[in-house]
């Protein structure tokens, strides 16, 4: 410990930051030496999970007494995750007056406990910090944006299941934030919401307000990062619109069976795109109809019919927990003419379908694909059904340049010998082509 205590305060401090913040503080009773290095800390974080009520009135108590003492200028980040109810709004909101204070570059809060919902921490102070560069908030948190505010440096907002005060709130935190760059959306399992433009770089959100929103509108010309979740129970939304040029990644969840409208601009620099949809047959048309520039693709959803090429396609992967998957396959298979990577996959954990679930129609042609680019062909969660087993020979027997072939299984719903026995006696277009069981 000696040998430690010679070491300068400017090292000492930079290894305290690269541990959690309570371990760093214990370090106070080493010595005198020791006793405020921690208070140098350009990194703090708080979090009570797992706490007890008298171990959180602790934190509290120390939290009011120390965080004024705290001697670092500049706090690159700030982080606090209360889930008890012993940390009341009131107090929480001078703690992060303190962070604003010291300029921080990354804020992080989230609250969990919200009942009485009017227990909603607002944080207007936040709205003022100029050197924010990363915002995350979620829980029980207030978004009331005052007026003559700016966020000029923020980066990456997120915000999970807050409320807002009223329905210009969002409108007014993005505009106030000129260059973001990430947007994630994230809706309720709740109908009540409002008509929302989204006309900002990026950024991360849950809605939760008293406002009916028949129409999620996002509209933003240069965002490169989009995720929008909509849950099932989320009839409310009637459409969906999506007008992001620039758009890169977009990753894209809604499975509400009764169908909404889903209206895509075109995304012309898209190379990464995760669809988990489940739109009437008119909608995934519309959606794909702008996704045909990806390199890599997700897909889970309902075939499309015809018309599309995906000419920069070359890794796609495919849930084939439905009945209607192998006929999208297919689809994908011949509308992806340089596709090199076949990845599927099944989402369900036991097997419950009979042999009839999943049907193949085999392509009446071989798909491009499968005679000039796959190289690569992965079947994680393979149940050994008959139209997976006649799919997996299908790509085995055709695929004339397939280097490897991976299928994983478990051992409790397919018999590996069996398995093996049977795939590994398949004709193989590729004599290279190397058969792995997992």
């Not at 889903?262 to 990464?272: I, K, S, W, Y």
Request: with cysteine; net charge neutral.
């Amino acid at each position: 410990m000696d040998r430690i205590s010679d070491l300068s305060d400017e090292l000492l401090i930079k290894i305290l930051t690269s541990v959690p913040t309570k371990l760093a503080v214990s370090t106070s009773v080493l010595s005198k030496r020791w006793e405020c290095l921690w208070k140098w800390l350009p990194k703090l974080e708080y979090d009570d999970t797992g706490y007890s009520v008298s171990e959180c009135e602790r934190l509290q108590c120390f939290l009011d007494k120390n965080l004024p003492l705290h001697r670092a200028v500049v706090i690159e980040s700030f982080r606090l995750q209360f889930k008890n109810k012993r940390f009341k709004p009131e107090v929480i909101k001078l703690w992060l007056l303190f962070a604003v204070s010291r300029c921080p570059r990354e804020l992080e809060v989230s609250y969990s406990y919200s009942y009485p919902r009017k227990r909603n921490i607002s944080l207007s102070s936040l709205y003022t910090c100029k050197s924010l560069v990363i915002l995350k908030l979620s829980g029980a948190i207030l978004v009331e944006v005052p007026r003559m505010v700016s966020l000029p440096s923020l980066k990456k907002l997120e915000l999970r299941k807050v409320t807002y005060s009223e329905e210009q709130s969002l409108h007014r935190l993005l505009s106030i934030c000129p260059v973001l760059e990430d947007l994630s959306v994230e809706l309720r399992d709740s109908d009540k919401f409002a008509k929302l433009a989204f006309s900002i770089p990026s950024l991360s959100l849950e809605l939760d307000n008293g406002y009916k929103m028949r129409q999620l509108v996002i509209s933003v010309r240069s965002l490169q990062s989009l995720t929008l979740s909509v849950p099932c129970e989320c009839s409310g939304v009637d459409e969906v619109v999506i007008d992001t040029p620039s758009l890169k990644y977009l990753k894209l969840d809604d499975r509400f069976e009764g169908g909404r409208n889903c209206m895509v601009g075109n995304m012309p620099e898209l190379r990464e795109a995760h669809l988990d949809v489940c739109y009437p047959g008119r909608d995934i048309v519309d959606l794909l109809v702008s996704i045909t520039s990806v390199k890599r693709l997700t897909i889970s959803s309902h075939p499309y019919g015809d018309g599309f090429v995906f000419n920069q396609l070359e890794h796609l992967k495919l849930c084939v927990d439905k009945s209607y998957s192998l006929d999208l396959l297919v689809q994908l298979l011949k509308d992806s003419p340089n596709l090199q990577v076949l990845d599927l996959y099944d989402m369900e954990d036991d097997y419950h379908f009979s042999d009839d679930y999943l049907t193949w129609d085999q392509p009446s042609t071989v798909p491009e694909c499968m005679l000039s680019s796959l190289r690569i062909f992965n079947w994680s969660e393979y149940f050994g059904r008959r139209g997976e087993r006649d799919v997996a020979v299908y790509v085995l027997e055709n695929a004339r340049l397939l280097e490897t072939a991976t299928i994983s299984s478990n051992d409790m719903f397919v018999p590996k010998l069996g398995m093996i026995k049977e795939l590994s006696l398949s004709s193989r277009a590729s004599t290279t082509c190397r058969l792995v069981f997992n």
